[in-house]
């Protein structure tokens, strides 16, 4: 199955260039393409490249990888703990500021109290 993954440019570049290791995803359980409790090993991550209004940026390929693995946590702040700030944030300083950026998209916060947040392991390129 596919997962689309819309990210910011920033991301998107290190998602492309193999940094980014793992995606952060906060589940809208109302939506079915949100519900990440149904992603599985082998199903394929796609990616594409948002600007600030979350429009796709046409002139960047979507990018597509093998989904390793899918964990749940409850907190942001055990999701960075136990998968590693620089696989899930890589440029980011710490930890608390990896929880700013989180609970800086509206209604995360509260989606993550409720529904917890799942770290998605990409394994290599699909394609």
């Given amino acids: 199955m596919d997962w689309i993954f819309p990210v910011a440019e920033r991301w998107y570049e290190l998602i492309d260039n193999g940094i980014k290791e793992v995606e952060g995803r906060v ?13 599985k090993a082998l199903d394929i991550a796609v990616f594409y490249a948002v600007d600030e209004n979350y429009k796709k940026i046409e002139n ?9 693995y899918n964990r ?3 907190s942001v702040q055990e999701m960075l703990d136990s998968e590693y700030l620089d696989r899930v944030l890589p440029g980011v300083n710490s930890v608390e500021e990896g929880i700013k950026i989180y609970h800086s998209f509206p209604g995360y916060k509260e989606r993550i109290k409720k529904n917890g947040i799942y770290a998605i392991g990409l394994k290599g390129r699909a394609f």
């Avoid at 589940?27 to 992603?39: E, G």
């Avoid at 960047?60 to 390793?68: C, G, K, S, T, Y």
């Fill in 27 to 39: 589940p809208d359980v109302s939506k079915p393409s949100k519900n990440y409790s149904n992603i």
């Fill in 72 to 74: 749940k946590y409850a």
């Fill in 60 to 68: 960047l390929p979507e990018i597509n990888f093998f989904i390793d």
